[in-house]
């Protein structure tokens, strides 16, 4: 195979209660990437539609992402990369993890798949760190791994696939206002109090006891942010009506995608999940914000391979 034509999917991070260590894959949204062997060696990003982004490879998440695999690999050639982008940058569901993930498992097709989605992991890490300053996994986990996905631990780097209850679905709405993730990050507070800390673990235990039991009532009790959710949410207009609002479309909960300014909220079924972006829709279109909706079942896969 000489070229590989790649789905990179949107990602949510944090989801609510498991801020950098929880994550979940989107199916409807995702950018697309093709990667092709070169007898010339190195990384190059040869085009990038859709988005104003750099074409260096040392200043585009692809190309450090893909950089990291190739000194972990003994090929004579290198690969050229198109990136085309749907999922705008800076908007919390994982743009730049998508081109990170996206670089490295197109390479590891291209190669025969020698590397496990796990260990590509660890490589798409290096790309988000250049976009976020912190090689953080939980978008480019379930990016890769499909699915909800639990970073147990950083150091060393332990990354649990979580099953996926088949009727789960995200509505995410993007608000195209400005909120740079150094900001989204700089407000934060360092320290919790121990009372706090002990609903969150609560809740984390919770959400993925729900995954695991398909059991989505206990899902909707433990989709609850007690420590970044009422520190970050003022950067983002409408966030309060929009959480009533899809509660009461019947959403099981609702929270800050990644470091915002999306907002995902999760349903049981299709139904629910379109109702909740009608709700959301009818917040948002009274209003000088531009925005988008997307309804997707949670992806089990991750990236994949597309016909080319
Ligand atoms: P998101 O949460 O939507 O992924 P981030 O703030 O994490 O947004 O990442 C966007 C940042 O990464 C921007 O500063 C962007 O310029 C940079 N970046 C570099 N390469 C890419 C890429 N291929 N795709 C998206 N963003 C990229």
Known sequence: MKAV???CPGTIANVSCGFDVLGLCLDSVGDEMI???SDVPGIRITKIEGADLPLETKKNVAGVAALAMLKEITFEGGFDIEIYKKIKAGSGIGSSAASAAGAVYGINALLGNPFTNAKLVEFAMQGEALASGAPHADNVAPALMGGCTLVRSYTPLDVIAL?????LYATVV???IEVKTADSRAILKHNVTLKKAIQQWGNVGGFVSGLFLNDYDLISRSLEDVIVEP??????????????ATKNAGALGSGISGSGPSIFALSKGADTAHKVADAIHDIYKNSEIKFDIHISKVNPKGCKVLPL
């Open 35 to 37: 990667v092709r062997k």
């Open 5 to 7: 034509k790649v789905f």
């Open 231 to 244: 520190i970050r949410s003022v950067l983002i207009p409408y966030f309060k009506t929009v959480k009533v």
């Open 163 to 167: 099953p996926t209850p088949s009727e």
């Open 174 to 176: 993007h608000p195209q």
